[in-house]
């Protein structure tokens, strides 16, 4: 093993104290409640970063840092910290035994309000860990996450947690794995017991059984022994499958079960990570991280089989202006200095934190970068290390390294930081759309001037937060991805930036479309005695294919209107489907085409053409049948059997849809599909109907057209009378 990691020297400065073989950049994703935070605090004390693990229901987690995760229980914000393990010879067969390693490790939030953490955490990381509680199994927000890791191309392992949980089942996650993530899932590790029985797993790669101690409360005293006689046939039917399930996509062992000779321990566990580097394989793991029992294979699993920086592709980035021309970045501390600005953060005590992701070269303090979005540079003045709320001043970062900078300005996330000689802009991540707002109005006049810094620093550092000030009415509206999403932004208004702040109720947005095609004309035209003014547009619009966007084209021929008019018209068409037409709401999937017009020799001018561009939309659009779209959400809900009765009436009252019922260990789980506008107060019903026994868990899914008997109440809500259409 020594001389492939020797092979890959040349790649790594001798200045760096882990070379990135030896460095690991994971994730730990999942639903929420799944044990992530729990997980990475008995990960962090078992390689020695922490001397006493806190637990999430105490608040003294090193990852949950904030006040607002420590009250609640969960995690908001995405928590970046460093660690380092060396594997034993504790009698487990290991690739990398003796080796130190570095694991930088984000534990990301499972609520999907705060989706945008997990987001940009996955487009710079190597590696997940995806948890799964062994009695839910699959459930909603995992499917996110997964998906979210897929975008992104990023290997993953699982873990199947809280197996020491009454109805905690392996093998049910397992082929919920399999069938509802389309994941080539296979176990290297199973359960000793289950239950109040979890003794320890066996790793069916090794075949050896790690036992730990009953008496132990902190699970560091555990046994290596032969597989008990027992379990002998389990372990040897679920390594004939990882086998069987490895040789279909890996020919060296599909060569040696051919000629039938036999598979040593190095060369499966080689197998298996391929395999789960390529995105080929997902091995399963599993254990309690609560009752401190299979954490330690875990944190072995991660060095053996996910990636190193060296081990994935290159990062793939476009040359300003022309985008057929892609870049490789290779991971080479000797290279080009490129690196991806994946967060911000505002730190109380030094200020802006930027939060970034080095693929190539090294940065040092006093180094100078350039954005080529800004196309401006600055010169480093701090750089650091992340432990969760702690920093650490350093020198310099390598390739493979994520740090943070401190003081430089104008900077964004998604923003590429590189060498002025090496312009190149990496493929930002993307955030999904807000889909709830509120009004809020500072109480005082000294709370609006620290209301409106107090926003824009939080906007700064949430991409799916947004403020912006309603022209019809002067009220201020935040938006976001839900209720607890905006209840966080006005608790940490109130706690970090001292602004007391009143709220109205939440409002949806909602969307617009159009049904037909349709033709507008439009002109504006005034004579003032002087010269006066002269625009003249015509346009044609139809629906877009759902989820296209906004399509405007130029179609003008033979000059009917000058080319220097044409983008004031086109603005104008921007600007009022940005007010749609019904009710104030932005319009989507939309396609316009600016056909004809005229113009004065004289009076004509931009801001002429601009308001044609906005009577020809709008004239068009009260032809073409527009519809009103709102958010709808999948909406799962876990209850014990006894009252799937009254949660489905009540879902059906609030227009659900119905998808599916399924029975799972003594509980139904009812899907379906509401309407976010029905969705307000849920969590109170839901407790009230079931004596506190249901759970649910919802995520943005689509937009729907708002039936008629409901488009007359927004339409009130909003003071706009309904169109004639």
């Given at each position: ?17 882990y070379?990135m073989?030896?460095?690991?950049n ?14 990475t ?5 078992y390689?020695g ?57 984000i ?21 997940a ?23 992104y ?121 391929r ?9 399963v ?24 920086p ?24 000797n290279?080009?200095?490129?690196s ?34 800004t ?14 709320d ?22 964004t ?9 090496f ?68 608790d ?9 702040a009143?709220s109205?109720?939440p ?32 346009v044609t ?7 296209k ?28 489907i ?10 989507v ?16 001018n ?10 020809a ?15 709808i ?7 014990p059997?006894?009252?799937q009765?009254?949660?489905l009436?009540d ?14 260990n ?50 009130d809500?909003?003071?706009?009378k309904?169109?004639?259409?």
């Amino acid at each position: 093993m020594e001389a492939a990691v020797d092979s890959k020297k040349s790649v790594n400065s001798p200045g760096r104290s882990y070379s990135m073989e030896r460095t690991r950049n994971i994730g730990i994703a999942a639903h929420i409640d799944a044990g992530k935070t729990t997980t990475t605090e008995r990960i962090l004390f078992y390689t020695g970063l922490i001397h006493k693990m806190g637990d999430v229901d105490d608040g003294n987690t090193v990852t949950d840092w904030m006040e607002q995760e420590r009250e609640r229980g969960i995690t908001i914000t995405s928590a970046a910290t460093t660690c380092y393990w060396t594997q034993k010879d504790d009698g487990v067969e290991k690739l990398f035994t003796g080796i130190a390693h570095r694991i930088n490790i984000i534990d990301t939030p499972g609520h999907v309000d705060f989706t945008a953490e997990v987001e940009r955490s996955m487009r710079v990381l190597d590696g997940a860990v995806a948890v799964f509680c062994g009695v839910a199994g699959v459930q909603p927000q995992s499917e996110t996450v997964w998906r979210q890791a897929t975008k992104y191309n990023v290997p993953r392992i699982a873990f199947v947690n809280k197996m020491d949980r009454i109805g905690a089942n392996f093998e049910n996650a397992v082929a919920e794995m399999r069938k509802k993530l389309g994941a080539y899932a296979y176990p290297v590790v199973i359960p000793i017991g289950k239950e109040d029985f979890l003794k320890g797993v066996i790793d069916i790669v090794s075949e050896k059984a790690i036992i730990y101690d009953d008496g132990d409360t902190i699970g560091l005293n555990y046994h290596v022994t032969d597989v008990p006689e027992e379990h002998k046939e389990r372990v040897a039917a679920a390594r004939a499958e990882l086998i069987d399930a490895i040789s279909n996509k890996d020919d060296l062992i599909a060569e040696l079960v051919i000629e039938n000779k036999p598979i040593s321990v190095a060369v499966l566990k080689n197998a298996i990570r391929r395999l789960t580097c390529k995105i080929e394989l997902v091995p399963v793991l599993c254990g309690s991280a609560f009752k401190k029992k299979g954490v330690q294979p875990l944190v072995d699993a991660v060095i053996d089989y996910l990636p190193s920086p060296l081990d994935i592709p290159p990062a793939v980035g476009l040359e300003p202006g022309n985008e057929t021309n892609k870049i490789e970045v290779p991971s080479d501390d000797n290279g080009k200095f490129c690196s991806l600005a994946f967060k911000l953060w505002t730190d109380p005590f030094v200020g802006k934190l930027i939060f970034f992701r080095v693929y190539s070269g090294q940065l040092k303090k006093g180094d100078t970068i350039y954005n080529p979005r800004t196309r401006k540079r600055e010169r480093v003045s701090r750089v650091m290390m992340i432990q969760a709320d702690k920093r650490i001043d350093v020198e310099t970062t390598f390739a493979g390294d994520i740090a943070a900078l401190v003081g430089l300005r104008n900077i964004t996330t998604g923003d590429t930081l590189c060498d002025e000689n090496f312009d190149i802009i990496l493929e930002p991540p993307t955030f999904p759309e807000p889909v709830i707002s509120m009004a809020v109005e500072p109480k005082t006049k000294q709370d609006r001037e620290k209301m409106g810094e107090g926003l824009q620093r939080l906007a700064e550092e949430d991409p799916t937060f947004r403020c912006f000030t309603n022209e019809e009415t002067g009220q201020l509206i935040i938006a976001g991805m839900g209720e607890l999403h905006l209840e966080i932004i006005r608790d940490r208004l109130f706690r970090e930036f001292k602004v007391e702040a009143n709220s109205g109720a939440p409002q949806i947005a909602y969307r617009e479309t159009i049904t037909k095609a349709a033709e507008g004309e439009g002109k504006f035209i005034r004579q003032s005695g002087g010269r006066g003014q002269y625009g003249h547009a015509l346009v044609t619009i139809q629906p877009n294919e759902r989820g296209k966007g906004i399509e405007v084209e130029n179609k003008i021929v033979g000059g009917a209107i000058p080319k220097e008019y044409i983008p004031a018209v086109i603005d104008g068409v921007e600007e009022a489907i940005k007010g749609g037409v019904m009710a104030g709401y932005q319009m989507v999937d939309v396609k316009v085409q600016v056909v004809d017009g005229s113009f004065h020799e004289v009076d004509s001018n931009e801001l002429a053409f601009k308001m044609a561009g906005i009577f020809a939309f709008k004239d068009a659009c009260k032809k073409a049948f527009p519809i009103l779209l709102e958010p709808i959400m999948k909406v799962e809900v876990t209850t014990p059997d006894e009252y799937q009765g009254d949660l489905l009436g009540d879902l059906n009252r609030r227009r659900g849809r119905i998808i599916s019922i399924e029975n799972k260990n003594n509980s139904t789980i009812l899907f379906s599909e509401v309407p976010l506008a029905e969705m307000f107060g849920y969590a109170t019903a839901i407790r009230s109907l079931s004596k506190g026994r249901a759970a649910y868990s919802m995520e943005p899914f689509s937009f729907e057209q708002v039936p008629a008997s409901i488009v007359a109440t927004i339409m009130d809500t909003v003071k706009v009378k309904p169109s004639r259409t």
